[in-house]
């Protein structure tokens, strides 16, 4: 062993000794086990740090081990994390379809899309985003899952440990990538957003290079996609390593991150919420965002959610395929926290095939006035947006189906939205109903708030 003792280690910018990267872990025996059978091997430093972690009793990052857990195996968590355009959201869902297309139940989970209540407090996105994590966690953990992906901007390992100290039974390896600024600016230049701060991007970038918060790092750069998922995997130790069985669990009420009755927002009317339904690409995230934005500009705190970006779980229950039970929860659960965090209001995207579907979620949201408003679309405006979402048009969402596909494909997803849009326009679903061909995102949001009665409507 002597002759991997000492190793250049990422998280601490330094050589270090095995025992010391062993303090990152708290291994289970399934994972010692795993790990006695490598530690002769040099590049299974991992591996190794898990073995030795085994006789120690220190953790840097972790609760003590009175903490109960679910299962007595830790879930494998993966936290992506670098500057912004890095690719930390494409490469995580990359290694979450990975994974899942293997029969590996995995969640992916977007940092930036639980923490979607502004304005807020500046420190205080960390504190939101990791109290959502964990909030979701257990229902992830009840529909089975076994590992999850976690892509998120983080810089410090103070911030790291507001994540860990709420999810004790996740055995947690946070991942930096990096690549050289021409390729950076490249990459983010494409992504179409804001191209006025790439700079903003570099010296971000050049900040992270003397960071100490990852246990390890990976350079991207001149890799594809699936590469990069590949090649994150394999230096973290062939992650996700051991796995818990894909057994499902009750849901605990952990209340292990409790609101204080100074957070929590008094009792009063009920909290308008809008929900924006409609057929595949009518616009319903494009619209959605726009008035949450709308509103939270003018300084009422706002909270957002698409909810097909909080239940990303493959593969997916026999006994619901579209994941709604799932998605239900993790939205119960992420609106008590931005409630909690003092938000007035809440703007949800996503599709629902009936009212039944969405009075399933409602009625696990407690004191809303909710207000369902159904975008619509003739068949020419949707085949139009289909074709734009494929090539790369539109906001960039993690697992967006449409993005790349071929003409082909995107022509029979084009005829589904408009059977989908025919199909509600029949059922004359949700309460209000609002046509989006030929106008602006803008002047949609607008009449979307004033057919709504100027929603929210917060004040006389």
């Not at 872990?25 to 010692?32: C, I, L, N, R, S």
């Not at 026999?318 to 926290?337: F, G, P, Q, T, Y």
């Not at 209000?432 to 949609?444: A, N």
């Amino acid at each position: 062993m002597t002759s991997i003792d000492r190793t250049a280690y990422p998280r601490f910018g330094r050589v270090v000794s095995a025992r010391e990267l062993a303090e990152v872990f708290t291994p289970t025996d399934a994972e010692v086990e795993w790990a006695r059978g490598r530690t002769q091997d040099e590049h299974h430093l991992l591996a190794l740090a898990v073995w030795l972690k085994s006789q120690c009793s220190r953790s840097l990052h972790r609760e003590p081990a009175s903490v109960a857990r679910m299962t007595n195996v830790s879930l494998p968590l993966l936290w992506l994390s670098g500057p912004t355009g890095v690719g930390k959201s494409t490469v995580g869902w990359e290694v979450f379809a990975q994974l899942s297309r293997a029969g590996v139940k995995t969640a992916f989970v977007d940092a930036d899309q639980i923490s979607l209540c502004h304005p807020m407090p500046e420190g205080l996105t960390h504190r939101l985003r990791a109290r959502n994590l964990a909030a979701i966690s257990p229902h992830f953990r009840q529909e089975g899952v076994q590992c999850l992906v976690l892509a998120g901007f983080v810089d410090t390992p103070e911030e790291v440990r507001e994540y860990t100290a709420l999810l004790p039974e996740a055995a947690f390896t946070v991942c930096r990538l990096r690549v050289d600024s021409a390729e950076l600016k490249e990459r983010f230049l494409a992504r179409g957003w804001r191209p006025d701060l790439v700079q903003e991007a570099v010296i971000e970038a050049e900040a992270l290079e003397r960071s100490n918060y990852a246990d390890v790092c990976v350079d991207t750069g001149g890799l594809g996609v699936s590469e990069a998922a590949r090649l994150v995997c394999k230096r973290v130790g062939g992650w996700p390593g051991p796995l818990p069985p894909a057994t499902l669990h009750s849901v605990v009420d952990r209340q292990n991150h409790p609101t204080s009755q100074a957070d929590a927002a008094p009792a009063s009317a009920p909290v308008p919420v809008l929900w924006l339904s409609g057929a595949t690409a009518v616009g319903k995230s494009t619209v959605g965002y726009e008035i949450f934005m709308q509103i939270y500009r003018t300084g009422v705190r706002a909270a957002y959610v698409d909810v097909k970006q909080i239940g990303a779980l493959r593969p997916t229950a026999e006994d619901d395929v579209l994941s709604h039970r799932l998605k239900a929860r993790n939205l119960a659960a992420i609106w008590a926290e931005y409630r909690a965090a003092g938000a007035q209001c809440l703007v949800i995207s996503g599709e629902a095939d009936s009212d039944d579907t969405l009075r399933g979620y409602a009625e696990l949201l407690p004191d809303v006035a909710l207000t369902v408003c159904r975008l619509h679309a003739e068949p020419a405006t949707l085949a139009e947006r289909v074709a734009q979402r494929g090539q790369g048009g539109g906001p960039t969402i993690p697992g967006d189906e449409l993005r790349g596909l071929g003409s082909d494909a995107l022509h029979r997803i084009a005829e589904r939205a408009a059977h989908e849009a025919k199909t509600l326009d029949s059922a004359s679903a949700g309460d209000l109903r609002v046509d989006t061909d030929g106008r602006s995102v803008q002047e949609v949001a607008a009449d979307v708030r004033a057919r709504g009665d100027n929603w929210p409507k917060l004040f006389p």
